[in-house]
């Protein structure tokens, strides 16, 4: 079936280090890719998104590429903040006719920066 | 523009009671979803719908009812709450859910606790 696997955490980095969340999907056809961010207390907000393969989404100094070979899509950051601390979600969402257009999600990565 | 808005924000229930939780959004979206958040569990797809009048089963339908009488508004039923239904309930709407790279935009959440 179609599904999405991502690091589980939590993650604890100090600030300015780099940050590194694998996240890698299994899928019928050619999905869309996504990075949630979900802050503590509030709802889930697009992070950054790629609709085909060697795409690289990009946001807020966050980037991931969409590896069609190896079925991935990890997030990376080069220097975290205090204020990226949230729970990362991976998701999918199928591209082909019929399909619910709903997301996929992976269960979660919480992050933790510590000054 | 409200974007997505859920209500209410927090609820107790006691095991058997009913309730419904309301989402509404403002940007003339065609599909909108419930999910579920549980720990370590990511969110699923309780219901969704593809437009006003329309509802379908996701991943976990068992135990809620919903309806979309009105394109800006899905409501989410529990009929007979029990504790397995202790959750984070999000709702989420989507312009159309089949163009590629679509973004769903999300409400801040509903927490409901089950005694």
């Known amino acids: 079936g179609n599904s999405v696997t991502q690091m589980e955490g939590p993650v604890t980095l100090s600030e300015e280090a780099f940050l590194t969340i694998n996240c890698t999907y299994t899928?019928?056809?050619?999905?869309?890719l996504f990075w949630y961010v979900q802050y503590p207390g509030e709802g889930l907000q697009l992070l950054l998104k790629a609709t085909k393969a060697d795409d690289k989404g990009s946001n807020k100094g966050f980037e991931a590429t969409y590896r069609k070979e190896t079925t991935s899509f990890h997030l990376e950051k080069g220097s975290v903040q205090v204020s990226d601390s949230a729970v990362y979600f991976c998701a999918l969402r199928l591209n082909y006719g019929g399909s619910q257009g709903n997301l996929i999600f992976g269960k979660g990565t919480k992050l933790s920066v510590k000054p | 523009n409200a974007g997505v808005t859920q209500t209410p924000k927090f609820r107790v229930l006691k095991t058997g009671q009913s309730m419904t939780l309301l989402c509404a959004q403002d940007?003339?979206?065609?599909?909108m979803y419930w999910y579920r958040q549980d720990p370590g569990m990511g969110l699923r797809l309780i219901h969704y719908?593809?437009?006003?009048?329309?509802?379908a089963k996701g991943e976990v339908p068992d135990g809620y009812n919903v309806s979309r009488l009105k394109k800006q508004n899905f409501l989410l039923g529990l009929e007979s709450a029990a504790p397995s239904q202790t959750s984070v309930y999000f709702c989420a709407s989507s312009p159309s859910g089949t163009v590629i790279g679509e973004t769903q935009y999300f409400g801040p959440g509903t927490r409901l606790l089950v005694l």
């Open positions: 899928a019928t056809g050619y999905p869309s």
């Open positions: 940007m003339n979206h065609e599909y």
């Open positions: 719908s593809v437009g006003e009048g329309t509802t």
